[in-house]
């Protein structure tokens, strides 16, 4: 039985590898562009974070037809903006809040949206 859905599962296999290239970087202390350290990682993140989701649904469900609404993406959006650029910023010196990185949370949630539309 193939796997539905797979765009998006191509493109989250390329996301978890520049995640973990973009980690490697960090830990090996390779200089890279500010916008790689700052916000490929938040870009990267919504659509990871929604397809584990999506599996989650499937597997409770035993339903691979069921996809994210955009008021489930939106909901995930608002959640990781508010947890990680209000919350941990104002309880924490070690964390910042960006507004850039709310809009790559938010980009990230279109491009989830629509990779599974593509099925």
């Not at 909901?75 to 960006?98: A, C, M, N, Q």
Request: net charge positive; glycine share 4%; proline share 4%.
């Amino acid at each position: 039985m193939r796997l539905p859905l797979q765009p998006l599962h191509t493109y989250i296999a390329c996301s978890l590898f520049l995640f973990a290239l973009v980690q490697s970087l960090k830990v090996f202390q390779i200089s890279a562009p500010n916008w790689v350290f700052f916000y490929l990682n938040d870009f990267l993140t919504i659509p990871i974070v929604s397809t584990i989701c999506l599996h989650g649904v499937w597997l409770l469900k035993k339903n691979k037809a069921i996809r994210l609404n955009g008021f489930t993406i939106l909901s995930l959006v608002l959640i990781y903006s508010f947890y990680f650029e209000y919350y941990l910023p104002y309880k924490s010196h070690r964390y910042t809040g960006d507004l850039w990185d709310v809009v790559c949370y938010a980009i990230g949630g279109l491009v989830f949206y629509f990779l599974q539309k593509l099925d």
